[in-house]
């Protein structure tokens, strides 16, 4: 009786040595498959942005600059720069003015880094001869820009519009995506699970994601970076503008605020009385997008004719 | 108690033997899902080094097979209280001796839902910031966190309550009313509650006015009761031919008949959704008229659309009748067609005209790619091949084959004997 027992013993002794071997090869296969896609151990343990210190920051952005220097061979620097105190951004869009050439999504697109196939572009253009600003999908997207002469149509560029209730951080089911205290709503892509939930939950299609693995041009990759801002994207996670995050808290303007010809827009802090977004934000009749949705969004549009 | 916990081991080891004997048939089924599950395996792997851009889903239509497949597979898991209510709270017979059938095919649902979770999600390496205390869990405000609590919760449930209810019955046992009646009186509100919040995942989207509807859960779990229970009577019936279990014929009816309600909810709520929005024809109006009519000339899924909706129709009339739904061709037939209603309804209707067109006007036409098949399949197999195996085990017990009395219940030593020896273990009961 004893005699088989032992046995029995031993055989499953064997088969449990069988089992965590192959327990081993199965992770070392998928460790394998770990190193395909590029990821490594600090990836996997990598925290939160919002519960790492200084210390723990600064390690974080050497390594990630490290990773950039040696992926596209190009030196870049990487800010971490946190909000300023009593800061609250805004963006204002002059739609008279507005011709609809689209040089403010290209802008974007070359400050920020965006993936180049599929193309990620976080400014939408919108032209329709009778916007419904709450019903914003009878409206033509397009790419090609206008040939500049009136086409009797209004032009609508739609991005992220910053909402004080935004319904995207609201949906994250892990905490990825947060309103700073300036306002800007950002995703940390080091977080970010990938599940799209928050793309679901945008009224405006202003969250974008990285179908797959980033491919921009070394000389095309622009080297001033933030953490939540333009760095390049891992694949498999979400996108959205951030009000130029890495040049507005340097005090600068937005790209699309930069190259836009006519002067369209302005981005600042609304709480500034020294700032056009102050006055026109508090002196112009604005227009919200899809104020329906209860997103409370710090966007303005406006017509400058008739109103100023 | 103690006696429980020592025979534990030696259940586990006797299930092992069960699933590792069976005829030639066994084995096809046992290869072929193996074979699915490979091809898709591979498929995934794909996936996973170059991403989601394998997939045909792009930013318009964000989400699309893997969570309409997703979204089914909730619906089939809480459908197991439609036997579970019968069976446990009136205690009718025919039921009750098949429940663990429902509650098996319930946790092999909610494990493929889970897959298909995982494979759709941008980033699986990081699945771990959904589990505290490595990762941050964003309730109570996310739906989809809420979703992953109470899928969990449902499936730890019906693992619990039907391996001590099969554990029970290899003890020669009744199930012990203490610990398993509130594990089970439970499970009624967490299978409402899985559906529920999953349908709220989708209609807590202002963003998104065709999920953006009250009526929205209700149909959900309406359709639920309707496509589960068409499973478990295919399944059933396909048990009951090829392993033996045996069912009455009264127990198949009930079941049908339960759907005809369920189906005729369906259908209402349905036709209020519809005359809600065709009769006011709002601006939302647009993505049902893309469902079912297309819009600008695409129209790439109204054709599944009207499928969807005749085949629920007929089988609503076949399943209502006495008469038709006590006729065995008759009754197969309004199971596959629910089925086919109820996918195409939650695989298709639902998630793409959704997104189509999409907040700023956008239209792209989906089609899954061929990952996308070949990974689902992959994932349908493994679920189909954990509930093989699970009931190949729960019918040996139930009808009397494995015991605690069964000789060799240490399996590992079996596996080194001759297939003779095997078989004069097997013979004695």
Redesign the interface.
């Known amino acids: 009786m004893n005699r088989p027992q032992l046995l029995t013993r031993r055989k499953m002794l064997g088969s449990l040595a069988k089992l965590l071997a192959l327990g081993a090869a199965a992770s070392t296969v998928s460790a394998c498959g770990g190193t395909m896609a590029g990821l490594t151990l600090d990836d996997l343990l990598q925290k939160h942005y919002l519960d790492m210190d200084d210390e723990q920051l600064a390690a974080l952005v050497a390594r990630l600059e490290a990773a950039i220097l040696e992926r596209w061979g190009k030196p870049v620097t990487m800010a971490t720069t946190p909000a300023k105190p009593g800061v609250r951004l805004a963006m204002t869009l002059n739609l008279s003015a507005c011709i609809g050439c689209g040089q403010c999504a290209q802008g974007c697109f070359e400050e920020n880094n965006q993936a180049r196939d599929p193309e990620i572009k976080w400014i939408t253009m919108l032209r329709s001869h009778h916007m419904k600003i709450w019903n914003l999908h009878d409206t033509e997207t397009y790419t090609l820009p206008p040939t500049g002469e009136d086409d009797g149509n209004y032009y609508l560029p739609v991005a992220c519009q910053q909402c004080d209730d935004p319904p995207c951080v609201r949906a994250c089911p892990v905490k990825a995506t947060w309103k700073e205290p300036d306002g800007i709503t950002v995703v940390d892509y080091s977080w970010c699970i990938g599940c799209r939930y928050c793309m679901a939950a945008c009224p405006y299609d202003a969250r974008k994601f990285n179908w797959a693995p980033p491919d921009i041009p070394a000389n095309e990759l622009n080297p001033k970076q933030h953490y939540l801002g333009n760095r390049p994207r891992p694949y498999g996670v979400v996108e959205k503008c951030t009000f130029c995050v890495q040049r507005t808290r340097e005090g600068h303007d937005t790209a699309c605020v930069t190259v836009c010809p006519v002067g369209a827009r302005r981005c600042a802090d609304m709480n500034d009385p020294t700032t056009e977004v102050y006055a026109i934000v508090r002196g112009v009749k604005t227009i919200q997008l899809r104020e329906d949705v209860g997103t409370e969004p710090r966007f303005y549009y406006y017509f400058s004719d008739g109103t100023t | 108690m103690l006696f429980f916990i020592r025979s534990f081991p030696r259940f586990i080891l006797g299930s092992v033997r069960v699933v590792l004997r069976g005829g030639k048939a066994y084995w096809l089924w046992i290869a072929l899902l193996l074979t699915l599950m490979g091809v898709g395996g591979a498929a995934y792997?794909r996936q996973?080094?170059?991403?989601?851009?394998v997939?045909n889903?792009?930013?318009?239509v964000?989400?699309a097979f893997y969570i309409g497949n997703f979204t089914f597979l909730v619906g089939v898991a809480a459908a197991a209280v439609v036997l579970v209510i019968p069976a446990y709270v009136y205690n009718w017979k025919p039921i009750k001796e098949i429940v663990v059938i429902g509650e098996l095919l319930a946790v092999s649902a909610i494990i493929m839902c889970l897959c298909f979770?995982m494979v759709?999600?941008?980033?699986?390496?990081?699945?771990l910031?959904?589990v505290p205390p490595f990762?941050?869990?964003?309730v109570p405000?996310?739906?989809?966190?809420w979703d992953?609590v109470v899928l969990q919760t449902y499936l730890f449930l019906n693992f619990t309550i039907a391996t001590h209810v099969v554990y029970r019955m290899y003890c020669k046992r009744s199930y012990s009313k203490r610990f398993a009646l509130p594990l089970i009186l439970f499970s009624i509100p967490a299978a409402v509650g899985i559906h529920t919040v999953t349908a709220f995942?989708y209609a807590g989207?202002?963003?998104?006015p065709f999920w953006n509807t009250a009526i929205l859960a209700p149909r959900f779990l309406a359709s639920a009761f309707c496509s589960g229970p068409a499973i478990i009577l295919i399944l059933l019936q396909v048990l009951k031919r090829y392993a033996g279990l045996n069912i009455h014929k009264e127990a198949l009816w009930k079941i049908a008949e339960l759907m005809a309600y369920a189906m005729f909810i369906n259908l209402f709520l349905f036709g209020a959704e519809v005359f809600r929005e065709f009769y006011s024809g709002t601006?939302h109006l647009?993505h049902h008229q893309y469902l079912f009519f297309g819009l600008h000339g695409h129209a790439p899924i109204a054709a599944y659309a009207w499928l969807s909706l005749i085949c629920s129709v007929l089988a609503f009339f076949l399943f209502l009748i006495p008469k038709t739904r006590k006729n065995v061709v008759l009754l197969n037939a309004g199971a596959i067609m629910i089925y086919i209603g109820v996918y195409v309804e939650k695989g298709v209707a639902l998630v793409i005209p959704?997104?189509t067109?999409?907040?700023?006007?956008?239209i792209y036409e989906y089609a899954p790619s061929l990952t996308e098949l070949a990974v689902s399949s992959a994932i349908f197999s493994f679920g189909f091949l954990l509930f093989t195996l699970m009931v190949k085990v729960a019918i040996s017990i139930m009808n009397g084959r494995l015991t605690i009395d069964t000789p060799g219940g240490?399996g590992?030593?079996s596996m080194?004997h001759s297939s003779e020896q095997l078989a004069d273990a097997e013979g004695t009961p």
């Not at chain 2, 989207?205 to 998104?208: E, F, H, T």
């Open positions: 792997l996973f080094h170059l991403g989601l851009i997939t889903m792009r930013d318009p964000s989400w979770v759709d999600i941008g980033r699986p390496d990081r699945a910031h959904m990762g941050k869990l964003n405000v996310s739906m989809l966190s992953v995942l989207l202002p963003a998104r601006s647009v959704g997104f067109p999409t907040s700023l006007g956008g240490m590992l030593i080194g």
